[in-house]
């Protein structure tokens, strides 16, 4: 026999014996015991080597781990069913945190034992490679594996900069090492054959539609951690309805972006939330403050996106600096609009596009799948983007460029008498980017401003939000020339936007637009103009000047042969033919202009004209057809809106026609918080809503009726779309004597819960034992069918947003007509980077 091989421990130099020998030519560390392997790891942390954990202790972090419930849970599954995982995502999304959660659990749980190499201060690959593989030191080679070897983890953080040496050397390592896997973070794939990838988003963000920002707020996993790290550092602040639509905005700025979100919230010794918010125009000077023993790249947000800019391709840096002028999203076609000026890049855009997506740096859009492919940039980085374009001097061009585009995009307005559906399509994704372009053009007399502005105002008019670019479109009115040929555009867009609260000033507005532009012969521009003034004087019961400019507006449309102008003309003479008593004209011209309009006009034309069959069909008695036409024109104007407005309230004089007056009086109130009290109908229309209000009225208890109108109003606009449309069903008004589902002691619980005390807090603050809250919180849950702490929260906030409506409304129903509070339903599944705070409880009734 001969005799073995002396090998000796590489930290003490004792003898090894021959179980610890290496039988391979893969190079290895060999320790004689634990103690020697990790005093091999201090040495080397010391020295500046790369960092190898092998215990749970040292995956546990200092800082808590707030959200990302379901991506623990999927990327937990993953590793199971994978070999090579990577986690992706931009700079500051917690791709190391997620990464050290879920080997953390693996190492607690013992199925695997775990090794952490950290690469972010290596500089050069072989120092890479020589840490990752005395971590694994003993591993045994392929040919030694055994059944009962335990399953082993390496956690690679941060490959970014040595993914090819990465590459290179699990390509080597896991075929010959069976129960190795791979979880490894980068701002882009490692690209290997075998590779599973896991893209990080932002922590989950409010609904910024919500109608309660506060419970909205609590189901947040962004405003969580903002919560979480500003309490460690002020432990008096809480979050409350004064400021909790201002964290919510904090997050959504910082796209729920980690990094930046803990910066912002250490903030909070100093600054208010709403001072935090109006500061965030300046990220890169006010998100500074990093922990103090972090990496350099993680000591600030520019740190952070500055290392990421350092391993870019100098042709990808200079397409994210053109592509910072396009804050609202792009396509490929205004990615080669701001780069026509360098060959190389417009030829090389998808690729390039590709790359840039791929290294987390642009994020695509979800889309219909029609149409292009398109892209946005985070909001938190576009500033330093936009700094770098300027500190190239490439600003003033690429500016230039990017109007130059949207003032093509934008030349219908101006050119064609009824602008198509897919210029206003089209004009809607680039919403932001034409409000950014205005906005630049504001100090100067450029006359494009006036296309642009009018061009945003059309957009917002069909999405029923016209009067919030009025202020911009009457700057560019001021600052430039009043013969350019773009001025009658943003009159016309002056005029729209203000038609509904002021139609006398729409009216002397849209009176200067059309003298204007008869100076320029009779050209499909004028037409528009004419049936919008048409439409302004129906409203204002000027009838025979309505009729004059809508038979002047039929006749260019004939002449020029513009087949939609002449049904929008017919539809618009059809109201005004109804509401002069003439039924029959009406129904013929509606019998020429519908089958048209369905197929080629904007919804908003088109609800207009639903709407005048619908009253129609009301004045011949025809309650069922009305009802038809009415909520199609609400379809096709789901806004908060006038226009939507009028199909709100022609529903529900279809309501109160068919003796179904409650639903009536709701549908009512509904119109009257959607109209606002300013928006003015004709006085013909506004006859018929006060008759069929008044009968309503009549047929109920004051009280009750009340009650019903006050739902109405009340009512979240979504809720209220459902309700018009037959998709919910009614339900009666709550009042003061309503029953509630949990006793006053639970009560009190959830609304302390909402404050985010800890049980142990909670018990101290109502006197009573910890597990006595564990109970009341259990018993709540059960009898709410809620399923976490911040469903509880998010459903006792909404309670309190609530109440104060309850307790101001009119006297309170009868009791057999009080509705009581129902339990909620569980909350459905959350999606995928959701965290635990998405599946949204929601009340049923008013």
């Given amino acids: 026999m001969s005799t073995p091989t002396t090998v000796t421990c590489d930290t003490c130099g004792t003898s090894l014996p021959r179980t610890k020998q290496s039988r391979g030519s893969q190079p290895r560390a060999r320790y004689c015991s634990n103690a020697c392997r990790q005093r091999s790891y201090r040495l080397r942390h010391r020295s500046g ?63 695997s034992r775990v090794s952490v190499v950290r690469l972010g201060a290596v500089t050069d690959a072989d120092t890479a490679r020589r840490c990752v593989l005395e971590a694994l030191g003993d591993e045994p080679d392929g040919g030694g594996a055994t059944a009962s070897a335990p399953d082993r983890l390496l956690v690679l953080d941060n490959c970014d900069h040595v993914l090819y040496m990465c590459g290179t050397l699990l390509t080597e390592l896991l075929p010959g090492r069976p129960r190795l896997s791979v979880l490894a973070t980068s701002r882009e794939p490692l690209r290997l054959p075998g590779e599973s990838v896991f893209s990080v988003t932002g922590l989950a963000l409010g609904d910024p539609e919500s ?79 990093g922990w103090r023993l972090a990496d350099d790249r993680h000591q600030s947000l520019r740190a952070a996106l500055e290392w990421g800019y350092a391993l870019l391709r100098p042709m990808e840096q200079l397409l994210l600096r053109r592509l910072s002028v396009l804050p609202g999203g792009f396509g490929p076609d205004a990615a080669a609009a701001v780069t026509a000026d360098v060959p190389e890049a417009a030829s090389a855009l998808p690729e390039l596009l590709v790359a840039l997506e791929a290294k987390s740096v642009i994020v695509p859009l979800a889309g ?48 064609e008498a009824v602008v198509p559906v897919a210029v206003l399509d089209r004009l809607a994704e680039e919403h932001v980017n034409l409000a950014h372009a205005v906005q630049r053009l504001a100090e100067s007399s450029d006359e494009r401003q006036l296309l642009l502005a009018g061009a945003l105002a059309a957009v917002e008019g069909t999405q029923g939000r016209g009067t919030e670019v009025a202020g911009l479109v009457e700057h560019a009115l001021v600052r430039t020339s009043p013969d350019s040929v773009y001025r009658a555009v943003a009159l016309e867009a002056t005029a729209l936007s203000g038609g509904g609260c002021d139609p006398d000033g729409a009216v002397r507005r849209i009176d200067t637009a059309v003298r204007d532009e008869r100076r320029r012969g009779r050209s499909p521009l004028l037409g528009r103009l004419l049936l919008v003034r048409g439409i302004l004087r ?63 006009v904007a919804p908003h034309w088109l609800s207009a004209v639903l709407s005048t069959a619908g009253s129609l069909a009301l004045e011949k008695g025809d309650s069922r057809r009305a009802e038809e036409y009415f909520a199609e024109a609400l379809r096709c104007r789901a806004h908060q809106h006038a226009d939507a407005a009028r ?84 339900e009666e008004p709550r ?9 006053r002691r639970e009560r009190d619980v959830a609304a302390l819960v909402v404050e985010g005390l800890t049980n142990r807090q909670i018990a101290a603050r109502i006197h009573v034992s910890v597990r006595t809250v564990e109970t009341h919180i259990r018993h709540i849950r059960t009898t709410l069918g809620l399923r976490s702490r911040a469903h509880i929260a998010a459903w006792a906030a909404q309670q309190q947003a609530e109440a104060p409506e309850v307790s101001a409304s009119a006297p309170t129903p009868p009791a057999s007509s009080t509705a009581v509070l129902r339990p909620l339903p569980a909350p459905r599944e959350v999606p995928r980077g959701a965290g635990v705070g998405s599946g949204r409880p929601e009340l049923r009734g008013a």
Wanted: hydrophobic share 45%.
């Fill in 49 to 111: 080597g790369v960092e190898a954990g092998l215990s749970s202790e040292l995956l546990t972090p200092l800082s808590s781990f707030v959200g990302r419930a379901d991506e623990l849970v999927e990327l937990t599954r993953l590793l199971h069913e994978v070999r090579l995982l990577t986690l992706t995502g931009p700079v500051g999304v917690g791709k190391s945190r997620l990464a050290f959660e879920v080997a953390g659990q693996e190492a607690r749980s013992r199925r």
């Fill in 211 to 289: 109608a309660d920002s506060h419970a909205d707020s609590l189901r947040s996993d962004a405003v969580s951690l903002f919560m979480d790290r500003a309490r460690a550092v002020a432990p008096e602040f809480r979050l409350g309805r004064h400021n909790a639509a201002d964290l919510a905005a904090i997050c959504a700025r910082l796209d729920g972006l980690p990094l930046p979100i803990e910066m912002a919230a250490r903030l909070i010794r100093v600054f208010p939330p709403a001072e935090i918010r109006s500061r965030l125009h300046d990220q890169l000077g006010l998100l500074t403050n």
């Fill in 368 to 415: 219909t799948g029609v149409g292009a492919a398109r892209f946005r940039m985070l909001g938190s980085t576009l500033c330093f983007w936009q700094e770098r374009l300027a500190a190239e001097g490439e600003d003033a061009a690429t500016y230039e460029r990017l109007i130059a585009w949207l003032t093509t995009l934008s030349l219908p307005l101006r050119d």
């Fill in 538 to 600: 129906q409203v204002r019961d000027e009838r025979r000047a309505s009729l004059d400019d809508l038979e002047e507006s039929l006749e260019i449309g004939l002449q020029a042969q513009h087949g939609t102008l002449v049904v929008l003309s017919l539809g618009a003479l059809a109201r005004h033919r109804l509401e002069s008593g003439d039924p029959a004209g009406a129904e013929r011209e509606l019998e020429r202009a519908l089958p048209v309009l369905r197929d080629e």
């Fill in 647 to 730: 199909a709100v309230e022609g529903l529900a004089l279809v309501a109160v026609h068919g003796h179904r007056v409650e639903r009536g009086l709701r549908l009512l109130g509904v119109a009257e918080r959607v109209r606002g009290g300013g928006l003015v109908e004709s006085g013909w229309w506004r006859q018929r809503v006060q008759q069929a209000r008044e009968t309503a009225l009549r047929q109920l208890p004051v009280g009750r009726a009340e009650s019903w109108l006050e739902a109405g109003r009340a009512t979240p606009w979504r809720q209220a779309l459902s309700l018009a449309l037959g998709e919910e069903s009614p």
């Fill in 735 to 743: 009042g003061r004597g309503a029953a509630h589902p949990l006793s």
